[in-house]
């Protein structure tokens, strides 16, 4: 497998004329906090004091987890194909949303435990119908993470817009994200597990020791790619093989919640240039989001007490992208406006 080769966005010319672009705007200089942040970071990524933002699409990853066997998800395993017959039916969070903020929505079948024939709107990468239960075995083997990883890679370099949001959808999944969490941070489990779609206390406890358990039995894991094939998902798997490739072509990655998070991590560990690319849309209520963006330096635009997933945050958070394209290629300067700069 080729992996992308991403370069840092650091250029300290081009920072420099950023600041002096965004300071010279009519307000009060950093007025505009994280919308500031936001567009330097963007020019960066763009390499170019015009920004843009344009064709922004989600990407949505559906796959199942044989671990789901062992009792570690409130909602049945089935959820994840009715929920992707839902988002074909535009019935979804994340259609409404998207629709909502003018954003292309593309589904991808990664490894649903289902047949649904071949389907309009639905792109089909299936690789397998579900990973293979973590607790007893690895979830994937070698060729079929490498297959996910550039299936990935392949869908992201068709792209034509320069965002890219990451939503997912598969019952379980919570379970791997934290699995990886623990793995590539050594954050203890307790603190990475969460109840995902609402496990009692005693349910969360359970997913915990399912995950230790896991862990002790798969010790020899430790490079990222070792550990995604042993605990991922086809799904997560993808997403990282798509978001490698986004950052490659300097798209800006727009990364959704816990399970999105998981896999941005995996390719991180890989390739941590990727970071200068990401923008964080929000923090979620699944317990360890919080912890997995401090262990990333990452600074969540959003907090909203979400914990749904498909990319919602994703959809959400693009129209502060917009706002901070058009400040700077929209807003007067001091000169221009002929306003009073600052006297102290
Ligand atoms: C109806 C429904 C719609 C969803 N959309 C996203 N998820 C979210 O919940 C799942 C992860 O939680 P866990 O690990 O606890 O199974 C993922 O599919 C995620 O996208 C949903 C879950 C349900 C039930
Ligand atoms: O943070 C998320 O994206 C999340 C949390 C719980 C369940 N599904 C998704």
């Not at 020899?220 to 997403?239: K, N, S």
């Not at 699944?286 to 994703?314: F, I, S, V, W, Y």
């Amino acid at each position: 497998m080729l992996t992308p080769a991403i370069h840092t966005t650091h250029n300290e010319t081009l920072a420099a004329e950023l600041d002096r672009a965004i300071n010279n705007k009519t307000k009060p200089l950093g007025s505009l906090g994280a919308l500031e942040t936001l567009a330097k970071q963007i020019g960066l990524i763009q390499n170019t004091r015009q920004i843009s933002i344009s064709d922004p699409a989600i990407l949505v990853f559906a796959a199942d987890h044989g671990v789901v066997a062992e009792g570690i998800s409130a909602y049945p395993q089935d959820v994840t194909w009715q929920m992707v017959e839902n988002f074909l039916a535009q019935g979804a969070a994340i259609n409404v949303f998207a629709a909502q903020n003018k954003c292309a929505l593309h589904v991808v079948d990664a490894g649903v435990n289902h047949d649904f024939g071949p389907r309009d709107g639905l792109i089909d990468r299936k690789l397998a119908k579900g990973t293979h239960n973590f607790a007893q075995q690895a979830a994937m083997s070698n060729a079929i993470c490498t297959a996910a990883l550039e299936a990935g890679m392949a869908l992201a370099a068709e792209l034509k817009g320069n965002v890219v949001g990451f939503g997912e959808m598969g019952i379980g999944n919570t379970t791997a994200a934290a699995a990886l969490m623990h793995k590539l941070t050594g954050i203890p489990v307790a603190e990475c597990v969460g109840a995902g779609t609402g496990l009692s206390p005693e349910g969360v406890l359970h997913k915990q020791h399912v995950i230790e358990a896991a862990v002790a039995r798969h010790s020899r894991a430790v490079t990222p790619f070792d550990i995604l094939a042993t605990f991922g998902g086809l799904e997560i798997a993808m997403m990282a093989g798509a978001m490698l490739k986004a950052a490659e072509l300097r798209k800006v990655l727009l990364i959704d919640g816990f399970i999105v998070t998981s896999a941005l991590l995996v390719a991180a560990r890989m390739q941590p240039a990727i970071l200068d690319y990401c923008v964080f849309s929000h923090c979620s209520n699944e317990q360890g989001h919080q912890k997995m963006l401090n262990a990333l330096q990452a600074r969540p635009l959003l907090n909203l007490g979400l914990r749904l997933g498909e990319g919602t945050g994703c959809a959400l958070a693009l129209p502060l992208l917009h706002a901070a394209a058009n400040f700077v290629n929209q807003m007067a300067t001091f000169e221009s406006a002929q306003v009073s700069e600052k006297s102290e």
